[in-house]
DNA sequence: TGAGCAATGTGAAAAAAATAACAGTTGTTT
DNA sequence: AAACAACTGTTATTTTTTTCACATTGCTCA
């Protein structure tokens, strides 16, 4: 419907961006206007107008030269090139506060990511539903992870399990993973990881204040 | 001490990998050898050697041609270089979920970033302590913020409240905000702004691991 | 109808970041 | 003490990402 799927590899940077440009737009989809210009999307999302155009001309999206691009068009063209057509499964390990905090985030927001299994070794929270995600016991993980076709993990263990619970991860199946345990995760190249590393933030905010 | 503060404008990737050096090799120090390699150090992070290089290069920090690099010295100028002699305080708003599991995280983390203050409207958490940081009604912000001289803040309200909060604490003085809120904050160029958007981490996840 | 404006689409240039290549150094070995 | 090995330091190259610049298009209105 909304043009094809293109698979031809995106930048990591502009990938990001299109999920932002969805996210926000979400929120305009069917109220506002039925068009947005790209100097208008770069003015909410502090971008150029430019990067804009230049991130919706690399998936194929062709706007009106007078009225703009059309924003269900771009909230589908973006659907059919950063989703998989099967949904996103993903399983959230390691229950804490953190992870209660991350469980109760997504699930408020509105995201074609499915955090369809949670896992921990604490007793008391093993078999109840925590923002309606079922907990399980982390040894499950392999035969829930393979059931439920999960390949997206975020992990929040603490650091001294971060290791070991991420090599039974692998051994799952999962090829993704949001690490925010601050401990260096060393897996090959084909899986996908993304650090969440607070300090670093914070020293590199701290840097360019100055 | 360990040569000069290099304060040229180092790359902002730099800067955090600069960060995750000085962790990693605060936890060597003493230990183990008394030098690193680069290569050594680039198979820890998953790095290139020359990766390493460069970026010791330009902080004017020379290795042994046999030894590698004096561990000591280089966390020594990693510190003059990203570090302000005065220190750097920080401030957390909004202390939810979100919110002390990262004050918890911060406290037991080694780092030079302290956070002395918390922020809240709720009248349970004023005048309390949380993992020994002292929380403080949002509206004293100006004069806390002035007083202890924060410049940065983590921002952990809900959503709804984001954009006020931010004008707040802007005009308090703070120059640096870590935003975990998934609101576009729109803040002026001199202001380092750092975005975490779990949902977008999660969208660029899903799509690379295709 | 056609001039004018305000967008888009995109090649080209620039800037930023990563990688490669290699000469120079330092110790070791024979 | 000469040849070797294994590093570092740095220049050059490549790749990635952003910005510039401008021709083209679609609409409006005189
Ligand atoms: N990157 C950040 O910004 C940030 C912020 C806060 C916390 N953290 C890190 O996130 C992690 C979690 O923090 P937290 O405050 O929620 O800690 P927490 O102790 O509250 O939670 C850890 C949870 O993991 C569970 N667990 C322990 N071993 C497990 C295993 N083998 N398999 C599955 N679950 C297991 C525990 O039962 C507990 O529920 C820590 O590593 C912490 O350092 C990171
Ligand atoms: N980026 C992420 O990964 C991520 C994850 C989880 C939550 N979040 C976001 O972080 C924020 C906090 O999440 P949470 O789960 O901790 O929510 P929460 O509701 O548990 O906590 C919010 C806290 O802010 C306080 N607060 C409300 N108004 C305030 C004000 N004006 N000034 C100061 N404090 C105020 C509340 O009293 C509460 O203590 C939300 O915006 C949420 O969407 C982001």
Redo the contacts between chains.
């Keep these: 419907m909304f043009g094809q799927i293109m698979?031809t590899k995106?930048p990591?940077r502009t990938?990001?961006r299109l999920?932002?440009y969805r996210?926000?737009l979400d929120k305009y989809k069917g109220l506002d206007e039925a068009h947005i210009y790209s100097h208008k999307l770069a003015g909410?999302?502090?971008l150029t107008p430019e990067q804009v155009r230049r991130d919706l001309m690399l998936i194929g999206l062709t706007g009106n030269h007078r009225k703009g691009y059309n924003i269900k068009a771009l909230i589908g063209i973006i659907g059919n090139?950063?989703?998989?057509q099967e949904g996103?499964q993903?399983a959230l390990v390691g229950i804490?506060?953190?992870g209660?905090?991350?469980l109760?985030?997504?699930r408020k927001?509105e995201?074609?990511?499915n955090i369809v299994a949670a896992f921990d070794i604490d007793r008391n929270k093993i078999n109840t539903h925590i923002a309606h995600v079922p907990c399980f016991d982390i040894q499950e993980a392999k035969q829930v992870i393979r059931e439920k076709n999960i390949?997206?993990a975020?992990l929040t263990v603490p650091p001294e399990v971060a290791v070991s619970t991420t090599t039974l991860l692998l051994q799952s199946g999962i090829?993704?993973?949001?690490n925010f345990t601050?401990v260096?995760l060393?897996v090959s190249p084909d899986?996908?990881l993304?650090d969440?590393?607070?300090?670093?933030?914070?020293?590199?905010?701290?840097?360019?204040?100055?």
Excluded: C, W
């Design positions: 698979n995106l990591p990938v990001e999920s932002k996210r926000l909410l999302l502090n090139t950063i989703d998989r996103q993903v804490g506060n953190l209660k905090a991350v109760g985030f997504i927001a995201t074609r990511m390949r997206i975020i090829r993704g993973i949001l601050s260096h060393d899986i996908y993304k969440y590393d607070i300090i670093t933030s914070l020293e590199e905010i701290g840097f360019f204040i100055k």
